[in-house]
């Protein structure tokens, strides 16, 4: 996988989310470019630079979104639960995407939502378990965890809506990856004929 490639996506991404947050009321089930592009990558790259690389978005995620504390700062930066949630929700699309067909936008947009919420999930537990262990008058503000899972399942559903069209782009310009093992026309390693010999 080209890195250089990696890095001006992520940024890019981080970007979108940003603007995104500005037409969506609520800001926190605004759609994630970064999950799509994280679901793409877990989707096509090898298993070791699947993770690394959504360990890197999740950490972007993180370092790109504050938190209200209550007596507390005004916001503060938890480096750590987008970066585990989306190591996770990797994972789980590396576990199923050899069963489904790797090129193809429905199996990209089914794996936002699989992947997306799972990810989602243990971010809101990562949550939940620092605002009961931290000392009493750094709680996170009106914290309801019921309530972050249904906004952040929202935001898993826009983002998948929001892979129709981020998908389409970035399996046009796959080639720009290099992703090593990748796939050629959309058949397995052991189904390519070999090149003729004549």
Same mark, same amino acid.
């Given at each position: ?9 992520? *940024? +890019? ?12 009321? &609520? ?22 630079? /699947? ?10 995620? &993180? ?7 209550? &007596? ?13 949630? *989306?190591? @996770? %929700?990797? *994972? ?12 193809? +936008? ?9 992947? %997306?919420?799972?990810? =989602?999930? /243990?971010? /809101? ?6 605002? +009961? ?21 929202? =935001?898993?559903? *826009? ?10 782009? +970035?399996?046009? @310009?796959?080639?720009?990856? =290099? ?11 052991? =189904? ?7």
């Amino acid at each position: 996988m080209n890195w250089a490639i990696f890095a001006i996506f992520a *940024y +890019l991404a981080i970007v979108i989310d940003r603007g995104l947050t500005v037409l969506f009321p &609520d800001t926190a089930a605004a759609p994630s470019m970064t999950l799509v592009l994280m679901v793409y990558l877990a989707m096509s790259a090898p298993p070791w630079k /699947v993770m690394w690389s959504a360990l890197a978005l999740g950490l972007l995620v &993180d370092l790109s979104r504050k938190i209200t504390l209550v &007596d507390g700062p005004a916001a503060a930066v938890l480096i750590g639960p987008n970066a585990l949630g *989306y190591v @996770i %929700g990797a *994972y789980l699309v590396l576990q199923v995407r050899a069963m489904l067909f790797r090129h193809s +936008l429905l199996s990209l947009l089914a794996l936002v939502v699989a992947g %997306g919420m799972l990810a =989602q999930l /243990v971010t /809101v537990f990562l949550l939940s378990v620092r605002g +009961l262990s931290i000392v009493p008058g750094e709680a996170v503000a009106q914290w309801s965890a019921i309530g972050e899972v249904g906004t952040r399942f929202v =935001q898993v559903i *826009y983002s998948a809506v929001l892979a129709l069209p981020a998908g389409w782009l +970035l399996m046009r @310009i796959e080639p720009l990856w =290099q992703f090593a093992g990748g796939k050629t026309g959309g058949l397995p390693q052991s =189904q390519r004929r070999a090149p003729s010999r004549r």
